[in-house]
């Protein structure tokens, strides 16, 4: 029996964060009142004409040059036309011809830690559409052009990606990268990140590859993932019966798991895109490239590299500690301030970050210098460990400007190292279990955990153990 591989290929739609639209100076504006961020532009009114919008092109520079996609140094701009209530100008803005970039590759990694490059096959600058909302109404359909011309980068990867999980990793790591950028929230839930899925299956080892399925707009890693599971074994059970089947455009339902379709894919031709005459090309030049090149900040892969080869954490700490980039700045600037870097590691994974629930990095209530005395309580040994995470910490969370020595001065829980305070610790309580004593001494070794015991219960549990230990031992063999 043939045995079938599934082949996937991306197109990702990324809202850009600018200040404003991609081609004229309505604010974007997530979540507002419908139809308040709607100039005359956006409402496509005669005479009205679009400008580029220069945050949108240089956001669109870093994805490209993080992917190792080569720039067009000149891009232009091109009409694909279709009607929809959304698009009041019966055209979007997008880039046909000469997209900002082509080539580069995005490296994933997987489950069972191998890496795999998936290659880019270009990336274009557009516009988004408005909504049309069916839900509000009974009778009507609404519009909300708020989102109407907000900029979107749409990457198109090559078929490389050969499963859901592959997927699923994919959106992954663009999402992270992102956001290290700094260029949109990435956020799936909000629309910001939304994904078309081309979906065919072929022979394993054929170089020939099937008819594919678009399963549109996918708002979750984890249904882009369902809709390769489901769409795959669809395509495969229609082959094992000897059946063919045309390019499809689907829209993937999470409720039942299952793709049905929407329309017929329209071919190229039917957008007639043609050149936009309203937009001169984009010219980029080279010191421009050299200098976003210069800004870029330390990449998500690379951030996690240098925790691992130059910090030495381990790759469960070094991935967690790399996933947002306020997090890991939080963790290198602590690193300067001469953190201990395994304990702080273990603190922020253990501690900081499930305190903070979900929330940035920057809404974390205790000062670095806090942080950083806690810490050092623990390296000195001054607190125990298990001691500092569950009675010093809890303290520390509600007594968040109160120096950590403080506080455990208070809990009564410092460690006692003192030699002097210990040995007349170990003086009573030899005086005051001279039997006891005796039995060690002639040879009953048993004892001595009892005597360690009577010890530690005089200091109320603060005395370092080995000290005690020492000193007891020494004491003993006087
Ligand atoms: P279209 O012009 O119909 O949008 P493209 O050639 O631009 O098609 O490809 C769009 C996306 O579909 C790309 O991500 C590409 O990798 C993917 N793709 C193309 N052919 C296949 C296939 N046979 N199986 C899976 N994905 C495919
Ligand atoms: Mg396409």
Same mark, same amino acid.
């Given at each position: ?48 004409? /679009? ?36 698009? /009041? ?5 997008? +880039? %046909? ?46 519009? %909300? ?19 859901? %999980? ?119 030049? +080279? ?112 007594? /968040? ?78």
């Amino acid at each position: 029996m043939v045995q079938y591989q599934t082949v996937v290929g991306l197109e990702v739609h990324i809202q850009m964060n600018t200040y404003s639209k991609a081609f004229c100076g309505d604010a974007l504006s997530f979540g507002a009142e419908p139809n308040t961020h709607v100039s005359t532009i956006s409402l496509a009114h005669p005479g009205t004409l /679009p400008k580029p919008n220069k945050e949108h092109i240089n956001k669109g520079l870093k994805l490209a040059l993080s992917l190792n996609s080569e720039v067009n140094k000149v891009n232009a701009f091109d009409r694909k036309h279709y009607y929809y209530a959304d698009s /009041p100008k019966a055209y979007q803005i997008t +880039q %046909d011809r000469l997209p900002i970039c082509v080539g580069g590759a995005l490296e994933i990694e997987l489950a069972d830690g191998s890496k795999k490059n998936v290659r880019i096959h270009h990336m274009h600058m557009e516009e988004d559409a408005g909504k049309t909302i069916h839900d509000i109404d009974t009778q009507y359909s609404m519009v %909300d052009l708020n989102r109407a011309g907000t900029p979107l980068l749409e990457l198109v990867t090559e078929p490389d990606l050969n499963s859901g %999980d592959e997927v699923l990793a994919f959106i992954a790591q663009l999402q992270q990268l992102v956001r290290y950028l700094g260029i949109s929230d990435g956020d799936m839930e909000k629309g910001s990140l939304r994904c078309d899925v081309n979906i065919s299956v072929n022979p394993v080892g054929s170089k020939i590859l099937g008819e594919r399925c678009e399963v549109k707009n996918v708002n979750s890693k984890k249904n882009a993932k369902a809709a390769v599971l489901y769409e795959s074994q669809r395509q495969i059970a229609l082959l094992e019966k000897g059946l063919t089947f045309n390019k499809q455009t689907l829209h993937f339902d999470p409720e039942s798991g299952r793709t049905s379709p929407m329309r017929d894919k329209e071919d190229a031709d039917d957008y007639r895109y043609f050149p936009d005459p309203d937009l001169p090309p984009i010219r980029i030049s +080279q010191s421009e490239i050299d200098e976003i090149q210069e800004l870029l900040p330390a990449l998500p892969w690379e951030v996690k590299k240098k925790m691992k080869e130059q910090v030495k954490l381990n790759e469960y700490d070094s991935t967690i500690l790399s996933s947002d980039k306020k997090i890991a700045d939080y963790f290198f600037n602590l690193l300067e301030q001469k953190a201990n870097p395994k304990l702080l590691a273990n603190l922020m994974i253990n501690k900081i970050l499930p305190h903070l629930n979900g929330k940035e990095m920057s809404s974390i209530e205790i000062e670095e210098d806090v942080i950083i005395s806690f810490l050092s309580l623990i390296e000195n040994e001054k607190v125990s460990p298990s001691t500092a995470y569950q009675k010093l910490w809890p303290a520390l969370i509600d007594n /968040p400007s109160k120096p950590p020595k403080d506080l455990a001065q208070s809990l009564g829980i410092l460690q006692i190292k003192d030699d002097g305070i210990i040995s007349k610790i170990i003086e009573e309580v030899i005086s005051e279990n001279s039997v006891q004593a005796e039995e060690y001494r002639k040879g009953k070794k048993k004892v001595f955990g009892f005597l360690i015991g009577q010890a530690m219960r005089k200091s109320k549990g603060s005395a370092a153990p080995d000290v005690v230990k020492k000193a007891l031992m020494d004491a003993l063999h006087n």
